[in-house]
Nanobody, 123 residues
Framework: HVQLVESGGGSVQAGGNLRLSCVVS????????LGWFRQAPGKKRMGVAG???????IYADSVKGRFTISKDNAKNTLYLQMNSLEPEDTAMYYC??????????????????WGQGTQVTVS
């Protein structure tokens, strides 16, 4: 039974920082291929950042230089450090895992398992 549980969302003012966490269980967690996505009301879910087994990363252009994805294999936890937040970053944020690993990707269809989401609101 695969489970991903996000935490760390909240409300911040523009320019503020937040760190999201996602505890992953039920996968043969060898570091895995994981990602963060977000979905604003009325918009499609879009990839924010992805990371592969070897720690290689990929970011959406809109968050490059502001967000950092990382993972702690010992804790089975994925992180998203979000700095210099903007109102446009307001969305529900989801972590996701891939059943088949490969190069990091922001393609939503490459991910098989999803968390329930955590809300980030920037005003």
């Amino acid at each position: 039974h695969v489970q991903l549980v996000e935490s760390g969302g909240g409300s911040v003012q523009a320019g503020g920082n937040l760190r999201l966490s996602c505890v992953v269980s039920g996968l043969p967690y060898d570091g895995g291929c994981l990602g963060w996505f977000r979905q604003a009301p009325g918009k499609k879910r879009m990839g924010v950042a992805g990371i592969d087994r070897d720690g290689r990363t990929i970011y959406a252009d809109s968050v490059k230089g502001r967000f950092t994805i990382s993972k702690d294999n010992a804790k089975n936890t994925l992180y998203l450090q979000m700095n210099s937040l903007e109102p446009e970053d307001t969305a529900m944020y989801y972590c996701a895992a891939r059943a088949l690993c490969g190069l990091p990707t922001l393609n939503v269809y490459a991910y098989n398992y999803w968390g329930q989401g955590t809300q980030v609101t920037v005003s």
